[in-house]
């Protein structure tokens, strides 16, 4: 048995979530191939022989591949599918775009989002945003898998020392074309990547109120910004920085929310964080049954004063 993992990456670097896939690949059993699929992407193939545990590198490199378009990567990753069991990709934006048309093409059931590897064919996920955990069991030859990163922890990037290939990149499918990217630029950690995050929810009343009480605790912590999907639609604060089963899923060391009541798919997108801190004035409020540390407080008062103990 011989697993894949597809990396995400710059083209330069590997992203974070790749590590946390490389530990779930490790658990299946067997070795551990990684793909790094780009153009000039060299310098990426090579930080991913540095993680620990895998035992080969593929690099493909294509202008058709430059930027991550869904239909190409899946034409690669099927190129040579055929020589692995278990195909893992990180349950990202680009993981969850491409790992369900190789499914679809190899003609097995995707396993999504998967927390724990019982055996080499056996799979926990959870469901109902959480609130149960599924055990799945799969019989088709390919497993193809995406991981919640947050359930893994992360192979240490330095310390490998894979062997690296080429192949032949493939040619650009003609199905999709690259128009154009927006990029938010941040001095802070990215939220998925981030130890610390300071999460608002709509108990703040405005996007001023929203800056003005939450970014200098997170200035103070360098930490990552978060918001209830609640302030979020309220205007708060913008998409990207939305947390819970419609946003995005993280497990920092530290999780500070400040008004925020903790509405079930709120829940389901920080409940693994290894601390939880709770700031809210309503002592019923949902969230104070996850948390390690309650405030009962109102927040325009606790904040502040937290900022300038800190």
Not at 51 to 64: L, Q, Y
Not at 97 to 123: E, G, H, M, W, Y
Not at 175 to 198: M, N
Request: with cysteine.
């Amino acid at each position: 048995m011989t697993a894949l993992v597809i990396a995400e990456h710059d083209h330069a670097t590997v992203k974070p979530a790749t590590l946390n896939t490389v530990t779930a690949a490790l658990a299946c059993g067997g070795d551990v191939h990684v793909l790094v699929a780009g153009a000039n992407a060299a310098e990426a193939g090579k930080a991913a022989a540095q993680i620990v545990g895998v035992a080969k590198v593929i690099v493909a490199d294509s202008p058709s591949l430059a930027e991550n378009l869904a239909e190409n990567v899946a034409a690669q990753v099927l190129a040579i599918a055929g020589n692995y069991s278990h195909i893992l990709f990180p349950s990202t934006a680009n993981g969850k775009n491409v790992a369900p048309r190789v499914a679809a093409k190899l003609d097995v059931a995707q396993i999504s989002d998967i927390t724990l590897v019982v055996s080499p064919d056996t799979f926990e996920r959870p469901i109902y945003a959480g609130n149960a955990i599924a055990t799945v069991q799969s019989t088709d030859a390919t497993k193809v898998i995406t991981v919640r990163t947050t359930g893994f922890d992360a192979a240490a990037s330095t310390g490998g020392s894979a062997t690296v290939e080429t192949a032949e990149g493939v040619a650009d499918s003609g199905k999709s074309s690259f128009v154009g990217r927006e990029v938010t630029k941040s001095d802070r950690p990215e939220l998925t990547a981030a130890k610390i995050i300071v999460s608002g929810g709509r108990a703040l009343g405005s996007a001023e109120k929203f800056t003005e009480v939450m970014t200098p605790l997170a200035d103070k912590l360098n930490a990552g910004l978060g918001a209830s999907r609640a302030a979020v639609d309220a205007g708060y604060a913008p998409n990207d920085w939305q947390v819970g089963q419609t946003g995005k899923i993280v497990a920092p060391q530290l999780y500070i929310a400040c008004g925020i009541s903790g509405a079930i798919q709120h829940l389901a997108g920080m409940k693994d964080s290894k601390v939880i801190v709770a700031i809210n004035k309503d002592e019923e409020a949902p969230i104070f049954s996850v948390a390690d540390y309650g405030l009962v407080a109102d927040l325009f008062t606790a904040v502040p004063e937290l900022v300038k103990a800190l």
